[in-house]
Structure formats: structure tokens, C-alpha cells
């Protein structure tokens, strides 16, 4: 299988991010709307989501890493949207969860692709 676009990685911490909800939803709702997007919309060879324990930073959960395997970069996504402290990380930039999840997944894929 070639290398998916995207790789979005959805804390389902049942320590921490599942107690914590984004416009009602918490990490395991996210993670099933996330695939379930991808899939009405034909992206499931180009988005990969993937559950995974403590991505710390549940302060602004629930918590989304998106790596963008295009270009290298990674995306960080939760409550808040600008700079915010991390423990093991630092200072990070933090993008907030968009209602319209398919709008997370548009703005991470490649321009020219979409």
C-alpha cells in the first residue's frame, strides 16, 4: 500500500481524553467521525486515522495530531487555536477542531489534490 497524504492520530486516552469533548464530542467520537468522513468522501487510500493512548496536551482535549506526509509537516488540534504550553513538547501552535470535519481533513490534503 503506498503512503497515505494524511495520518491523523485521535487520543482515546480513557485516562484523560475521552472525559474531554470538543462541540460534544470526545476522542472515540471523533476518531469514528474522522473515518467515516473519509470514507463518504472517497479519501480512505489518501487518510489514514489511527487511535493511540496519551499524545499529551488533554488540557486541550480532545486531542488530534494530523501529519501531513506530503509535506512533512504536523498539525496539532484540540480546544483551543494559538500558541499553548505542552508538557514534553514546549510551546506548540494548536489549531482548534473545526465543526465540519471534513474542512480538517480538506485543509491538510494536498491543494492541487482536493
Request: charged share 25%.
Amino acid at each position: 500500500m503506498a503512503q497515505r497524504d494524511l495520518n491523523i492520530i485521535v487520543c482515546v486516552d480513557p485516562r484523560s481524553c475521552l472525559s474531554h469533548y470538543s462541540r460534544g464530542r470526545n476522542g472515540q467520537d471523533l476518531l469514528e467521525k474522522l473515518r467515516q468522513v473519509a470514507q463518504e468522501e472517497g479519501l480512505e487510500d489518501r487518510v489514514q486515522v489511527t487511535p493511540c493512548r496519551c499524545i499529551f496536551g488533554c488540557t486541550y482535549g480532545p486531542r488530534l495530531d494530523v501529519a501531513q506526509r506530503w509535506s512533512g509537516e504536523k498539525a496539532l488540534y484540540g480546544t483551543s487555536q494559538g500558541r499553548v504550553n505542552i508538557s514534553r513538547r514546549g510551546r506548540v501552535d494548536m489549531n482548534q477542531i473545526p465543526a465540519d470535519l471534513s474542512k480538517l481533513l480538506q485543509d491538510n490534503l494536498p491543494p492541487s489534490q482536493l
